[in-house]
Structure formats: C-alpha cells, structure tokens
C-alpha cells in the first residue's frame, strides 16, 4: 500500500458497505480540495465557515452574521447586487467572504472566484504583455458568476492599477454580475465628529466606481480585535 493512500478504502475510492459499495470520503474531500482550487481559495482559508466565526458580540458580530445570512438565502445576486465589507485588519472580513463563496456553492451550486487585489494586479502586471494568460485571467474575473476583491484600496493605485479595476468593476456593474469586496478604508467620505473622512475608496479610486459601489453593493461594517494578533486559536462552533 502506498504512504498517501486513504485508510479506508486503500486508495480504491470505494468501501463496502451494509447498503452496498459507497464512494468513501476521501473522494468527497478531493472534490472539495478541487472546488477550492477553482475558486482560487487559498489554503489558509480553506477551512473557514459561517459557523466557525466566532461572533463578539460587543461588536455586532451576530447582526453582521444575520446580513449576511439574509444576501445569501435572498435572490439579490441575480440583480448584480452585492456586499461592501468594511473594517480594520484581523477582524475577520476575509473569512466572512471565503465563507460566502462556500455557501453559494454549497446551496446554488455557483462556483465562484476569490482574488487578493494586490495578487490579481500583480498577476496581470507581470504577464501583461497583450499574451493569452493575462486575457484569461482578466476574462475569468470579469465573467465569474460572483467575485470576491479583498482587500480593496489598501494601497496607493498607480493610473495602471485604477485602469484594470474600473474596467473590471464597470464590466462586472453592466453585466449585473455580484461582487463581494473587503477593504480597510470606508466606501465614500463622510463625517464623523464634524470632520470629514478623506481616506476613502472614492478618494482613492474615483466618484464614478464609488458611486457604482455604493449603488450594488450593501455596506457592512465589520469592528472587533484584531484576531490574529491575539494569539489564540479559535475553535469552530458546530
């Protein structure tokens, strides 16, 4: 028997049962694993759910669980309508968006595309000599059936950098396509204790995508600790 074969079924894929000859698990994980690949998951968060997150409820995690819950039960995406979830680092927001995309697999089948900001545009940049592999990479982010973009405007933009992600999210906008996004900064500059919040979205990349934004996707705020400076594991809730 080799090192890395299943124990259960001996690298067969099949065991004998009571009921019959089923496919064992580890035909199911490989699905998986193959599914989290397409989606473009990284490992890291390959193991985050909705019911691992553990809620602070002085922060109001439970409602933003409820939001949510609610976009992806409801038919909004079909509208091109999305989410905007906002807050400092380490409060959780990548692993509410990994989350989402599971679940819209796990309860409509729609495969969908995770894509660091940063990793996609350095991606493109360093391929993007008009060749076929830039095409398709910026072809599948455009045409994905939902797209999460973490960690959106946490960096200065280059005029090339504003370039592909208008173009990515006015294509995605005119084709009612869904975008879940994550960022650190808010959407649109407002005030708060009379002064007015400049570092924004809109600052960073235009009225025009902000409004775009602001018109498909539902704001969430997201405030908490930081968890990965806290050190400690969390356990996932069942």
């Not at 660091?116 to 095409?135: H, I, M, N, P, V």
């Not at 960690?151 to 992600?165: K, P, T």
């Amino acid at each position: 028997m080799e090192e890395n074969n299943c124990p259960i079924c001996d690298g067969i894929g099949w065991v004998l049962k009571k009921e019959g000859v089923k496919k064992c698990v580890c035909r199911y994980k490989e699905i998986t694993e193959n599914i989290f690949q397409r989606m473009n998951i990284p490992r890291r968060y390959r193991d985050k759910e909705l019911s691992n997150f553990e809620p602070d409820e002085s922060a109001g995690h439970p409602f933003v669980l409820m939001r949510i819950e609610d976009y992806i039960n409801s038919d909004r995406y079909t509208e091109g309508k999305g989410l905007f979830i906002v807050g400092p680092p380490g409060v959780g927001k990548t692993h509410l968006a990994v989350s989402i995309l599971k679940e819209f697999f796990r309860r409509r089948g729609i495969v969908g595309l995770f894509y660091d900001t940063r990793t996609l545009l350095f991606r493109l940049k360093s391929s993007f000599d008009g060749s076929a592999s830039a095409r398709e990479i910026l072809e599948e982010v455009v045409e994905a059936p939902i797209l999460v973009l973490d960690d959106l405007g946490s960096e200065r933009l280059s005029d090339w950098a504003r370039d592909i992600l208008h173009y990515i999210i006015i294509n995605r906008y005119n084709d009612l396509k869904p975008m879940v996004i994550t960022s650190n900064i808010e959407l649109k500059s407002k005030k708060i204790d009379g002064d007015i919040l400049e570092n924004t979205l809109e600052e960073r990349m235009g009225q025009a995508i902000a409004s775009r934004l602001s018109e498909v996707c539902e704001v969430i705020p997201v405030k908490g600790k930081d968890r990965r400076g806290s050190g400690v594991t969390k356990k996932a809730k069942g």
